[in-house]
Structure formats: structure tokens, C-alpha cells
């Protein structure tokens, strides 16, 4: 079942979504093979630290983070990756690396790289490594309000 907070915020705003019960999987990558999705739709949070301030970096399993652009396209020389420590007590009810894609709720900015914006759909880890939330991406969109930049880089 999906983290209470996530389900409660997209049952509250009449959200269809799709909760995906998968065998245990760590990476995105790993993930969006377990559901049988491509990885342009499987959404990762990679947790930043932007300024002092915990951010979320949003992007399609296939693709890393590129820090030195992020920083360009924020305006900032200070942005770096957070450490577990450093994010674990916003996530208290997300397994540590399972964290929904939505920063909103945990009074965080979401930077989503532009490359999501070409899917229907977004899927993405509901707060444990074995489910996952598959909804439309103009409701994520518009339910997230993220910041959209580009700042991914495809994997190796």
C-alpha cells in the first residue's frame, strides 16, 4: 500500500492511480523491468541538497543527474548530492531510496528534469522498494508543480 500521506493527498483530490506490487528492487532501472515499464516513464528521486535546503531531482530511470548543470540551471554553485543522513527523518514513512516523487508534500522543491514532460504516464516508487504508483503525468504535473529544467544526463 502506498505511503498514507501520498494516498490520502491523491484520494482527497480524486487522482486515479494504479498501485503496482513488484519483487523487491532497488534501482530505477531495476524497478521499471519488475513492472514491465519503460524506464522514460519510471520516475527516481534523487535527493539534493540545494543551498542548505533539501530539493528533489526528479528524472527517468535511464538517466543521471548532471550536478554542474543543475546548479547552471537553478542559478546556484551550491548544489550537491544529500546524503542518507541528511534526508531520512523527511521520509519517515519511505523505505531509505523509495521516496515518492512528490516534494510538495514534504514542504521540499521538486526539480523535474524536462524529459518526463514526453510521457502519458508517470510510475514511480509509493515509499517501499516493492510498489510502485503508475497515474497520469499532467495530474503528477499539475499536482507537483514541479520546477522544470534540464539537467539529466543519459546513463553509460
Known sequence: MPIKKLRSFLDERGIKYVSVIHSRAFTAQEVAASVHVPGREMAKTVMINVEGKMAM??????YRVDLAHLAEAIGTNDVVLATE?????????CEPGAMPPF???YGMTVFMDSSLTETEEIVFNAG????VIRMAFPDYAQLVEPVELHFALELA
Do not use: C, I, S, Y
Not at 531531482?57 to 535511464?62: D, I, T
Not at 517501499?128 to 510498489?131: L, W
Open 85 to 93: 543522513d541528511e534526508f531520512k527523518e523527511h521520509f519517515r514513512q
Open 128 to 131: 517501499t522498494h516493492t510498489e
Open 57 to 62: 531531482a526528479v528524472l527517468p530511470a535511464m
Open 103 to 105: 516534494g510538495n508534500l
